[in-house]
């Protein structure tokens, strides 16, 4: 087997590592933010970092290569709220297999554009960024069993890197006080490691063969 | 500024009405469409079309994981000649047991005008891709006779399995030398991975070699997974192991067979 795909364990933690880094100078710019509003009390700042811990969405999602179905919650952070960090649990149905599988994805994913379409509505014209998928389940694994000679398989069956490119549409609720302050409707267009090298091979393969299409909806939870 | 947006959006929409057969559920979803059991219906077209055939002629072809372009390109080249009465697939028809990879590759084959069997790779056991292997192709362990001439087709990918399934399969393969035994004189035996290989459980390769040569007038053995041509006779007794080369080297075996007698080539491409 010839294959030279990246280290993936070495990847991931790169990735982790490319994750928390921006976490952190998200957060760091929301400090700035909360210094320059200092006359406030600090019970409201308290309240203020107690709410950054809670999700500021749940999402549902169909397919992403991350299950028929899949559920989670997102952080939404940065200036303009461009960035969000998701976790989702996913559902494959058994299918043709002898078993149902469940999946865990971390999405990172960086909204940079708004066109405000309306009052209510606005649209980000590009939603793109990365997400780790992994496969509960024995049958796969992040690094071949010993059982094999050293670099047997150079791949992981277990943790797929998932890149992805999408729009979005953002609708407002008019209530002020309701517990969702508005709907976020979204597609991606996504591709995975191992679709990637075998689509760019192959002549033969079709855009529709190796690019998957999800579609998801987040309801945005209000922030006080 | 606000049509140019509305345009986006329309096309934008269209472009996903347009990829509605896109949703991808998961990498090792296991959702098969389309033709299934292909071993089992292929074999009775053999049995039945050559029954009476005194040469048989059929190519051999191996390891065409990831090389969709270069198997394609096989069938195109297969299906122009008419001496071809099968196809045998030595396995490794996933790269990385992707539910869609097996597909891909069936996809290809089916485009195949003569029948054609597969054998189960060490590639195509990762994750559950054993599963979808059974379910599309069949089991990894069967047999069918063309001619007079028995063709043995046997899982040897014993490093991806542990000691719940014998790999070889010895009692599968004493109770194919008792079956059908008027309808054949001669026996070749297939497989991935050939005695001595990586994958293969060497500890057994002198008893499977033993249990092999009970056949009634066993010819020869051919495998595929070592990605390169081979002509051997491992066990030093007048039984050659032919390894086919990779479909991306673009080359294949092509074996004829007659009473007693068999020549083989290595065609390129």
Known sequence: MNLSLINTQKLFIALVSLFLSTVSLAQSSDQQQRDTLSSRGNTKELKRAALSLVPSSYMIQYAGSIGLLSAGAGWDYGKQKQWSTDFLMGYVPKYDTDRAKLTMTIRQSYTPWTVQLHEQLSYHPLRTGIYLNTTLGKQFWYKEPDKYPSSYYKFSTRLRINIFVGQDFSYKFKSSTSYFEGLKFYYDLHTSDLYLISGIQNKYLKFDDYIGLALGIKFQIRRK | ?269
């Open chain 2, 1 to 269: 500024m606000k049509k140019f947006w509305i345009y986006i959006v329309l096309a934008s929409i269209s472009l996903l009405i347009h990829s509605c057969n896109m949703f991808d559920i998961h990498p090792y979803a296991g959702k098969i469409e389309g033709r299934q059991d292909i071993n089992r219906d292929n074999i009775i077209k053999i049995e039945r079309d050559y029954a009476d055939k005194d040469t048989i002629k059929y190519a051999f072809i191996s390891d065409s994981q990831r090389w969709h372009d270069d198997l394609d390109d096989f069938v195109k080249i297969v299906n122009k000649r008419s001496d071809i009465d099968f196809i045998i697939h030595g396995g490794d028809i996933s790269d990385f047991g992707l539910t869609k990879e097996f597909l891909w590759q069936r996809d290809i084959l089916e485009k195949l005008k003569q029948p054609y069997v597969a054998l189960l790779g060490n590639h195509d056991c990762l994750a559950n891709g054993e599963e979808i292997f059974e379910q599309v192709f069949g089991s990894p362990n069967y047999s069918f006779i063309a001619g007079k001439t028995k063709f043995l087709c046997l899982n040897t990918n014993a490093l991806e399995s542990d000691y719940s399934t014998p790999v070889p399969d010895f009692s599968f393969i004493e109770h194919e030398r008792q079956t059908d035994k008027g309808r054949f004189e001669q026996t070749v035996v297939v497989m991935h991975a050939r005695p001595t290989s990586d994958q293969f459980n060497n500890n057994v390769a002198a008893v499977f070699q033993y249990s092999i040569r009970q056949y009634p007038n066993l010819l020869y053995c051919s495998n595929g997974h070592d990605h390169t041509y081979q002509q051997e006779d491992i066990f030093n007794d007048g039984i050659i192991y032919y390894g086919t080369p990779n479909i991306g080297k673009r080359q294949y075996l092509i074996f004829t067979i007659t009473k007693d007698h068999y020549t083989h080539e290595l065609v390129s491409y």
